[in-house]
């Protein structure tokens, strides 16, 4: 009898943030919220803005407390990347039990998702002033889709490369579910820990290029005098 079960161990997730700096690609302006990214809209003046990214900086995600913001931040991509694969068990007409996990049918789940600040006038500002914004957003919105490409594109590789491995050994039913769950889990939580590390890096090198420099916080001598801070 061959009979397939959920994984019974632990379930290999790496999960971690990546905190982006402003970002000083230059992109045509958009004129609108990035598609498909979030924004945290901050109002009140635009020093008041420049002063909020300076000191707290953008959440990874909406629902977290306020001690995950990340200072002089205009943008954070947060990534998951999981592999839960089951178990696929049969017993021998000897008694034996076989145990088998197969990765190339469990492919990884990936969840890389951005996050920006964004800085909206309490009043209608300039063209001049709305110009900028939109620049400045679009700026902010294509560095961390830079990084989003990174993670699918290089857990994609890593897929490639895992989906061959599999886990097979016969014997004694317990000890050898053990065995093989371990054996599995283990090179899981290594694949996961290199993962990590290597997208990590990957946005240090990023940051080092000429696209992924800092730019400057917006420009107030542009927006402030048209935008007054709300009351």
């Known amino acids: 009898m061959s009979v397939t079960q959920a994984w019974p161990f632990r379930t290999a997730v790496a999960r971690f943030i990546i905190p982006m700096a402003l970002c000083a690609i230059a992109i045509p302006n958009v004129g609108a919220d990035p598609v498909g990214i979030p924004t945290e809209k901050r109002q009140g003046s635009c020093s008041d803005f420049n002063t909020f990214l300076q000191e707290k900086g953008v959440k990874p995600r909406s629902n977290d407390d306020e001690s995950k913001r990340v200072p002089k931040r205009a943008g954070v991509t947060y990534a998951e990347i999981k592999n839960?694969?089951?178990?696929?068990?049969?017993?021998?007409?000897?008694?034996?039990?076989?145990?088998?996990?197969?990765?190339?049918?469990?492919?990884?789940?990936?969840?890389?998702?951005?996050?920006?600040?964004?800085?909206?006038?309490?009043?209608?500002?300039?063209?001049?002033?709305?110009?900028?914004?939109?620049?400045?957003?679009?700026?902010?919105?294509?560095?961390?889709?830079?990084?989003?490409?990174?993670?699918?594109?290089?857990?994609d590789a890593q897929w490639k490369a895992w989906k061959a491995r599999v886990f097979e050994k016969c014997g004694p039913q317990a000890a050898t579910r053990t065995l093989v769950t371990e054996e599995a889990n283990a090179f899981l939580e290594k694949g996961r820990d290199e993962i990590a590390g290597k997208i990590r890096s990957m946005a240090e090198e990023f940051h080092q290029t000429e696209a992924g420099k800092p730019t400057p916080p917006l420009n107030c001598n542009i927006c402030d005098s048209s935008s007054r801070p709300t009351k």
Not at 87 to 114: H, M
């Open 84 to 155: 839960s694969p089951n178990i696929n068990e049969t017993e021998r007409p000897d008694g034996q039990w076989c145990y088998k996990v197969d990765l190339a049918t469990y492919p990884f789940e990936v969840t890389a998702q951005s996050r920006i600040l964004k800085w909206t006038p309490a009043e209608k500002p300039s063209k001049e002033c709305s110009a900028h914004l939109d620049a400045w957003l679009s700026n902010v919105a294509a560095h961390e889709q830079h990084h989003v490409e990174d993670i699918k594109r290089y857990t």
